[in-house]
Structures are given as C-alpha cells and as structure tokens.
C-alpha cells in the first residue's frame, strides 16, 4: 500500500487513496448483507437464460428447441412455487468483454464501467445484472454450436465476470486508472478477511444453477463441461441431476431432430431438472446461520 507522502499517477495522496479503498470495503460489506438478506427470503426466484439465436419470425423460420425445453423447465419450477423469468439473449444489446480484469483484478467494476451504466451503457450494464442479481436460481440453456456454448452464451457469460468479485472503482471519474487500480488489489490482498464481502465480492455465490444443452448429434459433453467448470468457479451450487442434454443422431437429417427432441421424455427432464433446483433452493434457504467460503483476497 501507498505510504502517506506517495503520490499516484492521479495525483491522490497515499493516505487519502486509503481512505477511498476503505469506503469501498465498506460498501462491499454492506452489499454482502443485502445479498445475503435476500437470498434468505422465502420466495425463490428462478431465471432462465436463453443462448439461442433461433426464431420463426427471422431466418431459421423455426423457434429453438433449447429454449422449449428451458419453457418447460421454468414452467414446472412455477408450479412448485417459483416466480420465473426468462432472459433470451438475442433480444439484448450485449458488447464483448474487453478483459480489464487481467491488468489488475480491480481494473473490471459492478457494474462494467466498458459500457457505463446510462446512456452509454449496453443492456448487460443497464438491464442484465440486475436481473441476475435478482434470481435465486439460474437455469442456463444453450444450443450445441460446433462442439460448444452458442456465441450469445459465450458472450453472456464473459460479460458475467463483473458480478464475479468486482467492486466499484476507486476513482469513479478515472475508473480505469490502473495505477490506482493495482494499488486497490493490492489493498484487498492485505486487507480481505473471511467475511463476506470484505475483499472480492463474488455475487454470484450460493445461487443455485441448472444447464440445458440441445444439439443435432454431438458436443453436448463440451459444453456442459465448459459451462459448469466457468460457472461452478463463479460461485453457483449445482444439486444432483440439474444438467441435462438433448441431442438427435447423424443418421438423421437436422429437420428431424424438433420432433425427436421437443418429446415427452426430454419434457419430463426438463421438469425433473426444476424439482432439483427447487429442492436445492430450499434446502439453502432453510436457515441463514452459514454463507459459503472462498478466499477474498483474489478472485
């Protein structure tokens, strides 16, 4: 940490910067009782995300059979209780990550000060992280495009670091400041303990999370995988039997694959999948005398 006659870059002295970065901690912890509070509520929120690109109204002339199964999926967690959304990312103006994070933890902010929040702000600034924070529980659906998650989830997911331990920025009129910015990491390092919020604040932490993969005939173990590894490492619980896939055969031409996949028994799947989120969701909410650990001092 800066000493007290250090100048910055910015022209901030050693001791006021601290006083900055001690706000921010401040903030965080408070911001970590508020998550915690409402995720403690009785009412469990589900939140469906929609990776398809497919629609009848536009070139594929045909809606997704991903996002039918999503349906079902959100449609079953309503009848045991939930209140459910449903994202469908194609609808949103979703700008690519630019990777602030790896100039210094720091340099990435909630929300993502690459697109500000207002004006010049996209829909994952302005609309999307809420809506995440919202949800108690996130069921992610997905085609299988070449062995992978679609293009939109990809995106989706990569603009998701933001809610994966950033903080807002020290300098909020010189945001990307990264001298100011290493000197902030540098003081979670030194500064974060075990309470929630001191350092890193993971806000995805303790959601519960469900994936929903479909495809003509192959990739759907990639990409479950690569979802899983990203989202698990953001924090997300994921209950026994809450990933599932539908997929169809080579040996069939893909106008074959809606009636084979948009069938009784990928519905009764996708409707089991829900009645594990919604069991998980409650057996987490039972009593608000734990949190889950992870190390505050990096993310």
Known sequence: MPNKKEKTGAGLPGAELIKIFQKRQTEAMADAKMIKKRFFEKEIRVLGISGSNRSRNDFAQEDSTTEWLLGKS??????????????????????PCKACYSTTNTQCH????????????????????????????????TPVNNFKMSSLMALFIDRLISMDGSLKPANEKDTKNAE???????????????EFGSGFLRRLTGKIGGIIVSGHEAGASLTISSLFLTLNYYGLLFPPHSTMY????VCDSTDK?????QSPCYEDEAGLLAKNIMTAAKIAKRKDDYWWAYDGRAN
């Open 74 to 95: 959100l449609d079953e967690a309503k009848k045991l209780g939930a209140e459910t959304k449903i994202l469908k990312l194609r609808d949103y103006d979703i700008r």
């Open 110 to 141: 909630y929300k993502c000060t690459c697109y500000p929040e207002g004006k010049t702000g996209d829909d994952m600034t302005n609309k999307l992280y809420d809506i995440c924070a919202w949800a108690d529980a996130i069921i992610f659906a």
């Open 257 to 261: 694959d809606k009636n084979r996949l």
């Open 180 to 194: 100011i910015n290493k000197l902030h990491t540098k003081y979670i390092e030194e500064t974060a303990t075990d």
């Open 246 to 249: 539908a997929m169809g055969t």
